[in-house]
């Protein structure tokens, strides 16, 4: 069994997941172009950050169209695990598999830096060994990470323990601090800081590592 | 189709339009034994143009050093190749998109960018890093901080997109630069295929393939546009600036290291400026053949294109290649696949000339070498001994300033008096100096999962040299590049030959700070018009300064960019040159990840050691050490003048070889160099980098106290060295051989502490005493406060 990660044009961190997962933790990748259709073997899928199709439109909003996604609904409605970072979670809020969308930065610019985020839920589909209120550190780099959505729909994330990660000091603007979210049955989880930089000892810290070793449960 | 199609046209206007002067066309019709058609003319203005074909600088650019055991490809190609050893070889140049920048600071800065990348993918390597050096004016100005905005913002655009992380780069402002901003953009790539792709043409009859984006009629003329000085007019020219597509670019790089893996492309050029023509005219010459271009199969982006704007287009994101017969499908699926165009559009010819069929009929028809390589060659003459303007601000000494009291200051020019804390904090909020994170921040500078040092953390960026194809298995990766831009501007203006090789001196100074063995350099000269005999001199002292530097450090120049008539008219008819900022991009090699250095402080307890020309031979008679030219004589004093520091070339040598190996034996635990601002701003940027402070001592002497906090030059580096360490570091420093019978220049001057307060004594006066948050303050909040944005 092994990892999926879709390669849009346009997809910048597609190599930086198979560093990340194979390179440095040891699991088993599998590259899948937009255009294949075919999801079979794969225990877990990864969507990872760039510009796929140029992010012309909207982020996200061309990509959600790819052949690849439509059998991952499917994928995700058998329960098997998705991950999508920066990019990717901007194409699941555009699949509708997450709910809300993703804005321009508050302060309008583009922003790379390392930021204090805090585990904010305590479902263990993706933070197995971290308790509710643990603090991590991870890098973000995006334009458009402002999570914005209806207030029904944060108080379903609240109700339901769906808001996975918060920023401790909020960069972006996004509503209720939110940097990532799950969806109800927790198999699929979208964020925007970049676990995948996290995960090398010799670039920085290690705290990606537990997101990724989840994919596999 | 036998004869070139020639309609008339008005000479004198055609000349002008393509900033050719009359005798270019006599010389063009020497070479074509007749008149030029307009078509042809056109090819001819951007062929022989600054830009493309250095007819100003070529004398010059060939005083620099050029070979070296790990060069092995150097200038004439897209970009210089050096050997990393262990089968990596690394390509890297640095480019200039300045006026176009200036015109439209946003695509002007992202297409400066995507140009540059394609230099580095043209050659069969996948791009690693990218880094800028920029040059505004001051940001109380609007239209600076809208040019600063809008270059970042294109800059971040491109890069971000393209998945190529900005690692580092410098950033500095001064009123010579408003109204033409310099946007210098340098990439590095590493070799991905076996053979170095290369752009002679071979191969008669093979087919010639486009690929890429297809042609428009954006960036028309863009050589020659670049080629002469900026006006209020030059704002009309913005069809001369290119619009860039980093998607198309992703797709491009991905496509290209696919095909050169194949074996099946003999020759590939990049189109950049002056287009169609350039790569069609290069391949050519420099494979001693033809190239015939039919413009009716290039993809058109519009309808009623001419054969004229067809070859001038700069068009982004285009190719052209020459490959294999046989292999044009394998080769064109691929691009295909990748959603851009890849079609054939000619063949090679024997007969050595460029040939251009348009609907059917050959609009042009020129030698090869009359366009590319054998271009004219501008004799300029050259001042004898130093010109008066400069000379006057030779003559000026820091005597002239007021006398320093014990704990401050009078200026020069406002009459006000500043304590030392004041003169700190003030260089610390001047945002040449100031932390660029603002800028930074906006730039991915982690994507590909590489960067080791990131920028604001080490005195170059360190980037892991790790193939982005790798199979299953778990593997170490334990060397690195480093890499860094520098250009000290000022001491250029004021002596152009010092600041030059103190330009290279200080890459070279920053390379090893980090622990690296400086090994080759590109270099991306910013001048005004050579067409002044002051302009002029300025440029061959500078040149001159850089061969002499890279001598001394053996670092090879593999190549580069000219970038002439950095100038704006005033409103009363004068020129206002850029100061010459001939900015070096220097690369070196880390053998091993673990044996590097950061800037900041490590550690509590720490002893702090200055390696150097030592304080207490800091007096008045040493020129390597001086307050001409420096930060501090501008931002508290108000003037620029003076005759910048000595380098002692040999010195700097034999102190940054020792640096680099104290750093492999394990005493060094930060190192940062001292320049702009002197002893006090880099103690205190070591601090805010660690939030440790400092508490220094700083011996009893004769010299002005100014002098000892503020004063630039001596090949300084600051070191910390681990308490348990110092004893054994002494003795190391003692046995370590001598230069010139003299001992080592370093000496103890504090140490780091705990408690987070910056302090400066000299035996019982207190000459600073801040809290590092006040420091940071400055510091951070200087480029974010003239901008009024928020933290």
Known sequence: MSIGVVVFPGSNCDRDIAWAVNGCLGMKTRYLWHETRDLSGLEAIVIPGGFSYGDYLRCGAIARFAPVLESLVDFVAEGRKVLGICNGFQVLTELGILPGALTRNKNLNFICDEVDLEVSTSRKDWFPKSFSGDNIKLPIAHGEGRYQCSKETLDNLLDNDLIALRYLKNPNGSLSNIAGITNCSGNVFGLMPHPERACDGQLGGLDGQEILKSLIS | MSSVNANSYDIAGALDKEGLKARDYAEICRRLKRHPNRVELGMFGVMWSEHCCYRNSKSLLNLFPTTGPRILVGPGENAGVVDLDQGQRLVFKIESHNHPSAIEPFQGAATGVGGILRDIFTMGARPIALLNALRFGPLEDKKNVSLLEGVVKGIAHYGNCVGVPTVGGEVSFDSSYSGNPLVNAMALGLMETKDIVCSGASGIDFPVLYVGSTTGRDGMGGASFASSELTKASLDNRPAVQVGDPFLEKGLIEACLEVFKSGHVVAAQDMGAAGLTCSCSEMAANGSVGIELNLDLVPARETGMSAYEFLLSESQERMLFVVKPGSEEFVMDKFIRWGLNA?????????????????????????????????????????????????????????????????????????????????????????????????????????????????????????????????????????????????????????PQRGSIAAVAEAARNISCVGAEPIAITNNLNFQSPETPLGYWKMYESCKGISKACEAFKTPVTGGNVSLYNETRMSDGSMQPIHPTPVIGMVGIVENLSQICRSGWHQAGD????????????????????????????????????????????????????????????????????????????????????????????????????????????????????????????????????????????????????????????GEVSLLNLSVNTLRDSFEQAIPRRLAVEK
Request: hydrophobic letters at 40%; proline letters at 6%; aromatic letters at 8%.
């Open chain 2, 607 to 762: 002893s702090i050691w200055m390696l150097g020309v030592p304080l207490e031979l800091t007096d008045s008679l040493d020129n390597r050490i001086s307050l001409s030219a420096t930060a501090y004589l501008e931002t508290i004093h108000g003037l620029v003048t003076g005759r910048p520091p000595k380098p002692d070339l040999e010195l700097e040598y034999y102190l940054q070889t020792f640096l680099r190996k104290s750093i492999r034996d394990g005493f060094i635990n930060s190192a940062h160099d001292i320049s702009d601002g002197g002893l006090a701003v880099a103690l205190a940027e070591c601090s805010i980098n660690s939030n440790l402070g400092v508490q220094i001592d700083i011996p009893l002497s004769n010299s002005r106290i100014d002098r000892l906090l503020f004063a630039e030059g001596g090949s300084r580096v600051l070191v910390s060295v681990p308490a348990n360490k110092n004893i054994i570091w002494r003795s190391y420093i003692e046995n370590y051989p001598y230069l010139n019978n003299m001992p080592l220049p370093a000496s103890p001057i504090g140490y780091v502490s705990s408690d987070s307060q910056f302090c400066l004594i000299q």
């Open chain 2, 343 to 495: 079609v054939v559009v000619g063949r090679v010819l024997e007969e050595k000339v460029v040939r251009v069929i348009h609907k059917n009929e050959i609009v042009a028809n020129i030698p090869a070498n009359a366009l590319a390589n054998d271009t004219p060659i501008e004799e300029h003459e050259l001042i004898k001994g130093v010109p008066d303007e400069i000379n006057m601000c030779w003559l000026w000494k820091e005597n002239k300033l007021p006398q320093p009291e014990v704990t401050r200051i009078k200026s020069a020019s406002s009459q006000k008096i500043y304590l030392w804390s004041d003169v700190l904090l003030k260089l610390l909020d001047n945002p040449t100096i100031s932390s660029k994170r603002w800028i930074y921040n906006q730039y991915d500078h982690q994507v590909q999962l590489n960067t080791v040092v990131s920028p604001g953390c080490g005195d170059a960026a360190v980037v892991r040299i790790r193939p982005q194809e790798f199979d299953n298995q778990l593997k170490e990766f334990n060397r690195g590049i480093a890499a860094v831009v520098d250009c000290p501007n000022r001491w250029v203006s004021l002596d």
